[in-house]
């Protein structure tokens, strides 16, 4: 099961699809039930507080991704993470990859069920299961790739590291890779802002204002990516 290039290429913008068609079920009904409301009711407890509830804390489960994406992009470098091509001419295994092979995709999968919390029900199984499933279609290409271009290295790498759900103590010894964390906080500082969106929905249930957080989260994202181009560009011509 593994992603086309086309897939890998663009999956900003299949990601961005799924999340926007799991959301869209949102319109269906006089009174959609998202699946915190839904919670709320099935705990027998639908108050206002109940609800802010659970919206925190999908708020944290977006925050715990974030974290473990920005502890991951420190020692991958943002400009590998979020460039369009796909990167193996190197393996990382230090950091967070000692006892995950796959830490972005995970944090990428906490993002998808913290958010699903807004959704309905339906559409909560849309977001959660296509990212989930995509993710694993992009990590069987890069594994192949890396199959390809690291051989035994890999192969040693991917039998000692779970693929997905990460080990409790290291796999691997550390290996001394310095980690540059102001570039992974800049890289991944969209994916807080989702967290801190949430968080202030939570407090607020504004709904104009974690549209407006959202919003501005991408567009950090779309900074980000344009800066990481020039500066790929500048790398390139040097």
Request: proline fraction near 4%; charged fraction near 15%.
């Amino acid at each position: 099961m593994r992603a086309t290039e086309w897939e890998f290429r663009y999956r900003f913008f299949v990601l961005a699809f799924i999340f926007w068609l799991g959301f869209s079920l949102n319109w269906f009904g006089a009174q959609p039930t998202t699946v915190a409301e839904g919670l709320a009711r099935f705990f027998q407890h639908p108050t206002r507080l109940a609800i802010q509830i659970i919206f925190g804390l999908g708020a944290l489960v977006i925050a715990l991704g974030a974290a473990i994406r920005t502890w991951a992009t420190a020692y991958l470098q943002g400009e590998v993470v979020h460039d369009r091509a796909l990167h193996s001419e190197r393996l990382v295994a230090d950091g967070p990859y000692r006892y995950i092979r796959n830490p972005l995709y995970l944090g990428t999968i906490l993002l998808a069920i913290g958010m699903s919390v807004l959704a309905t029900w339906p559409g909560a199984l849309v977001i959660v299961v296509g990212v989930t499933l995509f993710n694993l279609r992009l990590i069987g290409r890069e594994e192949q790739a890396l199959s390809r271009t690291q051989g035994e290295l890999f192969m040693a790498f991917k039998d000692a590291v779970p693929r997905l759900l990460p080990a409790w103590r290291p796999r691997l010894p550390a290996s001394g890779h310095v980690a540059r964390w102001r570039q992974a906080w800049i890289a991944e500082s969209f994916i807080w802002a989702f967290a801190v969106a949430l968080l202030c929905f939570a407090l607020t249930l504004n709904t104009t204002m974690l549209f407006a957080i959202i919003i501005a989260s991408l567009m950090i994202y779309a900074a980000a990516h344009i800066l990481n181009s020039r500066k790929r560009k500048r790398f390139a011509r040097n």
